[in-house]
């Protein structure tokens, strides 16, 4: 009995969550960040990949920045309200109901930043770089809810610079690419079922406070960009990029709090202090836009992007010792997004932008978590760019997104019980940019 609690109460604490389990907060799909460009924003990200007229197709399509008459830089502030509740209960192994509250919004609201910049070297060549964040989640369940012994806080960060060069072949082409340095960084927690672990390990019934588990961790991967951009005339254009996988080897450390009458017995849990690793890959992504002028007012754009998420099918976590301690399934799925937009022009100073966008989420009903209540999204969209100067822009944009209703049943661990339930969620997102020109 202690080598089955040993296990799952590890694969709960580690393999649900070493760096990995991000919830809603990222809400790309899984968890992704698009939120990179205000201006973006405002179409809904359509026509990212194809737009190519300021300084985050650094970011969208390298090759694009072939396309730029000026050099830029541009920086992005974008707030990101998630609304995530839940509804249901937690079947209590040891008989009826865990005790808790309903938490309200579980995941926090946070601000995240993106700087860009593109360079004319020559009539052929540009040199750009791009400072994102594109992946990342904040949540946070109050100590009291039902389903602590899923997930208790998550707070996964990853930053990404990425030089890129592109290069005009003629007129109607142009190719591009770089390096990507991603640092991916996360602290998971969880609280533990005491009296339940207690019960399978002693056989007696001792009524104990909860314990709680922490695990924490960080690695540094290299991925690449490749993309081109293909100029029709001064009107239409169209863009694909590629952006790899990134390989991460996560090394923290797991702790662990328990009450006093378990603490003689953590090493034989597998609940003692200790170092441990998880492999973790960022999937790869392929992106196709296109732009067009309709005449001096009006654009239209859109893009497609499938995401490989289902490279994240198990989470596997070795302890220091070298010992296999979880494999954990997720079974997440490739998914799609796609955006469509439209900007009018009334002045020289002003440009009005909208967009709609629908973003699969590669988590199903049969493998929703705690840590990842992700469903389908849908994304409307508007934007305004004002032109300062003519050196000068500023950019502001809203979105909200509604969100499909997901249904979830997770044990975690056979301490933990079973959430059953349901989650609805929304998210509202502010974006600010400025574009200088020199």
């Given at each position: ?110 601000a995240i930043g993106s700087v860009f910049a593109a360079y004319r070297l020559n009539a052929r060549w540009n040199v750009g770089m791009a400072v994102t964040t ?305």
């Amino acid at each position: 009995m202690m080598g089955k609690i040993r296990f799952a109460t590890c694969a709960s604490v580690l393999g649900l969550g070493v760096a990995l389990s991000a919830s809603g907060a990222a809400y790309a799909s899984g968890i992704a960040l698009r939120e990179q460009s205000a201006e973006g924003l405002g179409n809904a990200y359509a026509g990212e990949t194809a737009k190519a007229y300021d300084a985050s197709t650094a970011y969208y399509n390298p090759a694009g920045m072939s396309n730029l008459p000026d050099n830029e830089i541009s920086g992005d502030a974008t707030w990101i309200a998630p609304h995530v509740s839940y509804s249901g209960s937690n079947s209590n192994p040891l008989g009826g109901t865990v005790s808790g509250d309903q938490p309200g919004n579980a995941v926090k609201a946070a601000a995240i930043g993106s700087v860009f910049a593109a360079y004319r070297l020559n009539a052929r060549w540009n040199v750009g770089m791009a400072v994102t964040t594109p992946y990342g989640m904040r949540s946070e369940y109050d100590a009291g809810w039902v389903g602590r012994y899923q997930a208790m806080h998550s707070d996964v960060t990853d930053v990404e610079f990425s030089p890129v060069l592109s290069y005009k072949i003629d007129d109607h082409w142009s190719v591009g690419g770089g390096p990507r340095i991603d640092y991916f960084t996360a602290k998971l927690g969880q609280g533990i079922n005491s009296t339940a672990v207690a019960y399978g390990a002693l056989h007696t019934l001792l009524p104990l406070q909860d314990g709680s588990a922490n695990i924490s961790g960080d690695d540094t991967g290299l991925g690449y960009v490749v993309s081109a951009l293909y100029k029709y005339d001064n009107d239409t254009r169209a863009g694909i990029s590629y952006r790899s996988r990134v390989f991460h080897k996560l090394d923290g450390n797991a702790q662990y709090s328990l009450p006093g009458a378990l603490t003689p017995y953590a090493s034989a849990l597998g609940m003692s202090n200790q170092g441990a690793t998880a492999k973790f890959t960022t999937p790869d992504s392929l992106n196709v836009g296109l732009y067009h002028d309709i005449n001096s007012q009006w654009a239209v754009m859109s893009d497609l992007s499938w995401t490989h998420w289902s490279v994240l099918q198990n989470l596997n976590v070795v302890g220091d010792n070298g010992s296999a301690i979880s494999s954990t399934p997720e079974n997440w799925r490739d998914t799609y997004f796609i955006s469509l937009g439209a900007s009018y022009k009334p002045s020289d100073k002003w440009v009005l932008h909208t967009g709609v966008a629908y973003d699969q989420s590669p988590v199903t009903d049969a493998n929703r978590t705690a840590r990842i209540p992700d469903t389908n999204r849908y994304y409307t969209s508007l934007g305004v760019t004002y032109n300062v100067l003519p050196n000068v822009s500023l950019d502001l944009a809203y979105a909200h997104l509604f969100a499909d209703k997901g249904s979830i049943t997770q044990e975690a661990n056979s301490a933990a019980g079973v959430l059953s339930g349901s989650y609805d969620n929304s998210v509202d997102i502010v974006s600010t940019g400025i574009t200088l020109k020199f």
